[in-house]
């Protein structure tokens, strides 16, 4: 057997996968793919910078080639390819990407249209003047370091920082398993905000004096006791001083909301815009729309392409002429309208429909401590104060071991001067250097660094001049000292030092914010895009949901066999039909007793035929919901109620002001018990009655008053009690004196006066609403009717039909009803809405289109 085969030890292939894995993970995220919390850089960005700090390439020196660059990072710092340093290298010099360049560049290092940079053997570069300032005082043990890939130098851990870079320039990485896209801020800002955190919550009620920072004081007046913020106070306040991220290129944000969440939670999405503003041509015959500034991160030259493309497929009208005017005086892009378009219409269109305007979605994850943690605004800048203390401590303390030492050397010199003709006598008599270093250790008492310091003094430091010189540093250097001492006792003073530096960095590199910040004007943007029409808007049993303009609809005599209204996919089913304006807003209720917010205009409008688009795309249901009701609100007030019925006959009454702020993922809005489903969602202004109908044809009608407000967890109440292997199909919620319209599933129909149904208190057995045979079929839909509406009623097969409402005959409670629609085959009635009834009726001749 092999000395290789005896060290050979068996291991669990899945435990040692899963040990490798990890180790590779945490690898990529610690060492390559996430910022430090404390200087805001990834390892490659720190040795790039490192690597120049060590060649001298100080922002007042000399260019030098990027290669030499390049060559000095990967032989001692970061041992991998060349293009990927040199990538790092150049983002650092890009002022398209970076807030606050690091590396000024030389040549040709890209642009915002995606144009590559210059290969390194062109391009120069050095350091900018904030580099350094991110690199100050890294020669007074400040950070950590550690030895490099090959042990033959040392790199630091992190730089001292005296600015928050991690705000300033952001961040953007993808790890193992998470992701970190941190925007840019405005440097002045962040600044500002770090201040108020120091002055108003670490240091009392204002800032000390700068005579007590500089020492001279030793007993600083006390301060006056400082307000006790919260932390919702304390970001508060940080988001009026930082309201909100700054980008290099420019731009607009629009809306607040996302701002305020990634500041408060550290996760957000904003939308950013572009900059624009539109002219009249010289000609005075049309406009034209100028964009000055793009959103982040957006290559220009895609832009352009992909408003030409649109353009060419006529999904953008309006638009004459698209020109690229930008030189190197800025931006100029120039979108000419043809003659009689309305530029503001326009331009919402192409906010719409290009990057002009896109998301920008915000994660501020960055290692802390060695680990990956997302962090908001208040917790960047609180650690980043922490780390600044750590800083300016280890830098009074390396300051005071040199002034101690010197100090030290300083007083045995001036022992040795106090003592001149002593000390000569006993160097003369030694017999060697050895002798006279431990004589005068001896004698005089000093330490062997003393007595080493007097053997090496010149002869020319025994003058009257050098003396005075000897004792006046000696004094400044004692001065020193207590200083030093002073601030590492008092916490207010360190913390003083460290707002100066803030305060310097601000004044030297602050600038006035790119980006601005502007209200949310979307909704009322795109309203203005739409007209405002009523639309049909259809769900199948998939979960596919589409509209579809009524007058696509003409009416039809009652019994006609209607017309295609949806492409259906196999074994698909229509089972809802509902009808709104296409401005208004619409909570969507699952049958899970959940509710969601969807605008009409966002559901496709795909023509008549069309399948429609999954309700997974516009709203975030969870797996396995359907859609149970769609209800059209204007204004969530407290006057009125949400009405929910349940296929077991559960009943609930809930306020609708609490349906005021549904969260993305929704929200509770009633409980359900297992295999229980809601049915149907209606709302009420609290004096109506409740009409419930089953499928095998029985009712019940109660006053609303019998049904108490609950919150929106609860569970409800019976409604009425249901014989074995019935259900409800319908809820309503009606008025005194109202028609019911009854529709079972072979196409019959009949109109029942309201008051044909007796009131009785909730949770009874009902009476009976239709006779239900095998000619007509179960019951499928119940709703409350006038003589101005018209009915939509969609068959499984996708057929929809529009009829008037008092073309059906009213006739009395236990009766089968009349034939409404001639159905095909096995097609079945699923569904039925009502429409406003329209000015003119068309009747055909019942023939399917």
């Known amino acids: 057997m092999s000395q290789t085969e005896q060290n050979r030890t068996p291991v669990n292939i899945e435990d040692e996968m899963k040990r490798s894995y990890l180790d590779y993970a ?40 990027c290669a030499k660059v390049i060559g000095e990072v990967i032989g001692n710092y970061h041992p991998h390819g060349d293009q990927p340093a040199y990538d790092t290298l150049v983002r650092l010099a890009q002022d ?10 030389q040549g040709n290092f890209g642009s915002v249209d995606g144009d590559p940079p210059a290969a390194y053997r062109y391009t120069e570069a050095r350091l900018e003047a904030l580099a350094e300032s991110l690199m100050q005082d890294l020669d007074k043990d400040t950070v950590d370091y550690v030895p490099n890939f090959d042990e033959t130098t040392t790199e630091p851990t992190v730089f001292p920082a005296t600015y928050p870079n991690l705000l300033v320039n952001g961040s953007t990485g993808i790890a193992v398993g998470m992701a970190t896209n941190i925007p840019p801020h405005n440097l002045g800002e962040v600044i500002d905000g770090v201040i108020w955190i120091i002055e108003n919550t670490l240091m009392g009620s204002g800032a000390t004096s700068a005579t007590s920072a500089s020492g001279d004081d030793s007993n600083p007046k006390p301060q006056a006791p400082s307000p006790v913020y919260t932390r919702e106070q304390k970001l508060k306040e940080l988001i009026r001083i930082i309201p909100g991220p700054d980008f290099p290129t420019g731009g607009s944000i629009v809306g607040k909301r996302g701002i305020h969440e990634a500041f408060l939670t550290g996760r957000g999405s904003i939308q950013v815009r572009a900059k624009t503003e539109i002219e009249t041509t010289k000609k005075g015959d049309r406009q034209q729309i100028i964009v000055h500034e793009i959103p982040y991160q957006l290559n220009k030259t895609r832009l352009l392409e992909r408003i030409a493309e649109l353009v060419r497929d006529k999904s953008l009208e309006g638009i004459s002429d698209l020109r690229d005017e930008s030189d190197r005086d800025g931006m100029r892009i120039v979108i000419e309208l043809k003659r009689g378009e309305i530029g503001e219409v326009v331009l919402n269109n192409l906010y719409k429909q290009t990057q002009l305007q896109q998301s920008f979605g915000i994660i501020t994850l960055a290692i802390v401590a060695g680990r990956p943690k997302v962090l908001n605004l208040l917790e960047v800048i609180e650690l980043f104060i922490d780390f600044r203390r750590e800083v300016v401590r280890r830098r009074i303390e390396f300051e005071l071991r040199k002034a101690e030492a010197r100090a030290h050397i300083l007083d045995g010199l001036k022992i040795a001067l106090d003592h001149l003709d002593a000390v000569i006598k006993l160097i003369r008599g030694s017999k060697n250097p050895p002798e006279a270093k431990a004589g005068l250790v001896t004698q005089f008492a000093l330490s062997e660094i003393q007595a080493q310091a007097i053997l090496d003094m010149q002869l020319q430091r025994l003058t009257g001049l050098e003396r005075d010189k000897i004792l006046g540093e000696l004094a400044e250097l004692m001065a020193l000292v207590a200083k030093l001492k002073n601030i590492l006792a008092n916490q207010p003073l360190l913390l003083q030092i460290i707002l100066d530096e803030l305060r310097a960095v601000k004044a030297k590199f602050a600038d006035p914010r790119r980006t601005m910040l502007i209200e949310d004007e979307s909704e009322i943007s795109m309203m203005d895009l739409i007209a405002d029409e009523d639309v049909a808007i259809s769900v199948t049993d998939t979960g596919y949901i589409k509209r579809t303009p009524i007058t696509t609809y003409r009416t039809q005599n009652r019994g006609g066999k209607g017309r295609i209204g949806m492409r259906k996919r196999d074994e698909d089913v229509v089972n809802h039909l509902f009808v709104a304006s296409t401005h208004s807003f619409l909570v969507v209720f699952s049958d899970r007793g959940r509710a969601y917010w969807l605008k009409v205009y966002e559901i496709p409008d795909v023509g008549a035929d069309g399948k429609g688009k999954s309700v997974a795309n516009l709203v975030q249901m969870e797996a396995g919901e359907k859609i149970a009701a769609m209800l059209a609100i204007k204004e969530f007030d407290d006057t009125h109620f949400i009405v929910m019925g349940t296929r077991k006959g559960t009943i609930k009454k809930t306020e609708l002001s609490a349906f005021s702020n549904p969260r993305a993922g929704g929200i509770i809005a009633m409980g359900i018990d297992e295999g229980d489903a809601v049915i149907d969602v209606q709302m009420s202004d609290g004096t109506s009655e409740i009409f419930i109908g089953t499928k095998a044809g029985k009712a019940i009608r109660f006053g609303e008053g019998d049904v108490r407000g609950m919150g929106r967890t609860a569970y409800g109440v019976r409604g009425i009690q249901l014989r074995e292997g019935d259900e409800v199909v319908a809820m309503q919620v009606a008025k005194a004196g109202g028609t019911l319209l009854t529709v079972t599933e072979k196409g019959y129909a009949k109109n029942t006066l309201l008051d044909e149904y007796r009131v009785t208190g909730r949770g009874g057995l009902g009476v009976k609403n239709v006779e239900v045979t095998e000619k007509n079929g179960p019951v499928v839909a119940i709703t409350q009717v006038h003589d101005n509406e018209e009915l939509l009623v969609i068959t499984e097969q996708g057929k929809i039909l529009r009829t008037a409402a008092n073309e059906i005959r009213t006739i009395g409670r236990a009766t089968q009803g009349v034939r409404l629609m001639d159905l095909e085959g096995d097609d079945k009635i699923v569904s039925v809405a009502l429409v406003e009834k329209a000015e003119e009726m068309v009747p055909e001749s019942g023939e399917s289109e």
Not at 28 to 38: C, F, S, T
Not at 96 to 105: A, I, P, S, Y
């Open 96 to 105: 398209f990407n970076m807030r606050k360049t690091l590396v000024d560049g």
């Open 26 to 65: 945490m690898s990529v995220i610690i060492g390559r793919a996430l910022p430090d919390v404390r200087d805001g850089l990834k390892p490659a960005h720190r040795r790039v910078l490192y690597a120049m700090s060590q060649m001298g390439l100080a922002s007042n020196r000399a260019y030098r080639k």
